[in-house]
Each structure stands twice: as structure tokens, then as C-alpha cells.
């Protein structure tokens, strides 16, 4: 990586390194008796910043550079460049790895751009294995954003769920015809302290997804049943949530 910044790494020899890292680490635990390997979880930089890029939700100031070359547009968000500062940085909940705030305004366009997530998928898939591609779900997103400059105040994140719901349809729409037959929406933010409106938007987001026909299962799980302890009235809540929504796999850990 460092390489690639530098000019001495090609971005064919970077993108080359990271499918033997991800072939690598697939392997390893199918080696070690993991029957469903996760894929969409490698990331160059940061997994929330590959959910903009997955949901198209790239601020304005940084199009021209993303047209223009994908890879270079990515870390411009990521690290900056001679004319652009970098995307603001935060930690990731309560651990030492920080990740990329989305910004959004009522303005936000999402468009679903799976180009990522489909070939990681596909190279699981040639290598003989099944995988069950990880995604960072619709409603965690919203509450992790922040408002882009220059909107109000009294935007709301959450305003924009049913516009973000209706491309996640489309991401598992085509996840499903890329061969997926799980897909896992990791949703942390919900085993912290949620107000009842954010409770009832999650509700009513998996309610959605789970009345899609044309999906694979989604597998909605939460990350920390300790944190969910922590907050009995959110996991009474999200109880309720899982059981109107689940097709029937393992209860989420």
C-alpha cells in the first residue's frame, strides 16, 4: 500500500497483492472448518468508506477524481490530496480502529455501484468455496453519517432510509444474481443506546427487507450480544425486529 502511494507499486501489482491476501485468508479458514467464508470484508483503507462507494453517496468535491480513476478517487476520500482534504475521521464505536464519516444532505443520491462486492464473491466462489458476502447495513450507515457542509442543522440522517432501502434491494437484488445465497448486514449501532424513533426506523427497515422476494437471505446480526445486555429496552426491541424479518438462520451473535 504504502508503495502504490509512493509511485513504486503499480495499481495492477496492488490489486494483484490484495486478491492473494484475500485467497490467503479464505483458505485459512476454510482450512480451519469455517463452511461459509466472508467476503466484502477486505478493504484498502476502511469498510464504512467501501459502503459509500457501494451506495454512491460520494461528496460532490470528490466525482471528478472518482471518474477519473476509481482506485485514486478512493484514497483522495481517504487520505486527501494536494487540492482536497480527506473525508473527517472517527473511531469505530468504542475500539482504537476509526473509520470514514459519510456526509449526507437531502440532496444525497444513492446508486448502487456492486463492482466491489461482486468480484470479491466471484473469486470466493472460483476457488471452490461458499461465501456469504458482509455488509455494513442500511441503518447503522445513516447513524454513523454526519451532515455534509452547509445543511441545516435539522436534517435528520434517517430521513434519507427509504431511499437507502430501495438500493439495498437493488445491492441484494444483484448479490442474489451474482450467486449469493446469504448476505450478512451487520447493524452495531443498534446495540448502543437508541432513541425510539431509531428503533422503529430499524424496524421498519428490515420489515422492508424482509418483504423483498427477489434477495437472498439476509442474515442480520448483531455485533456484540454483551453490548446488547447492556441495553435490555433495545434488545427487547430488536428481538422483535429479528423475528418479523428472518427467514430462519442461526440467531445473530
Known sequence: MEGYWKGTVSADALRQTAAELRRANWQQLAADGI???????FSYYDHVLDTTV????????YRAAVEADPLDGYFAMARGTQELAPLEMTKWF???YHYLIPELGPDTVFTADLTKQVAELQEAVALGLKARPVLVGPVTYLLLAKRASGVPDSFEQLCLLD???????????DLRAAGAEW????????????TADELDAAARAYAVLGGLTDRPSSWWRRTSIASARRCP????????????TSPGPPRPT
Open 35 to 41: 463452511d461459509e467464508v466472508p467476503t466484502s470484508d
Open 54 to 61: 457501494m451506495l454512491g453517496a460520494i461528496p460532490d468535491r
Open 183 to 194: 448476505v450478512q448486514l451487520d447493524e452495531p449501532a443498534l446495540v448502543q443506546d437508541r
Open 94 to 96: 468504542d475500539t482504537n
Open 163 to 173: 431511499k437507502l432501502l430501495t438500493t439495498y434491494g437493488e445491492i441484494l437484488a
Open 233 to 244: 429496552c433495545s434488545r427487547r426491541r430488536l428481538s422483535k425486529v429479528w423475528r418479523s
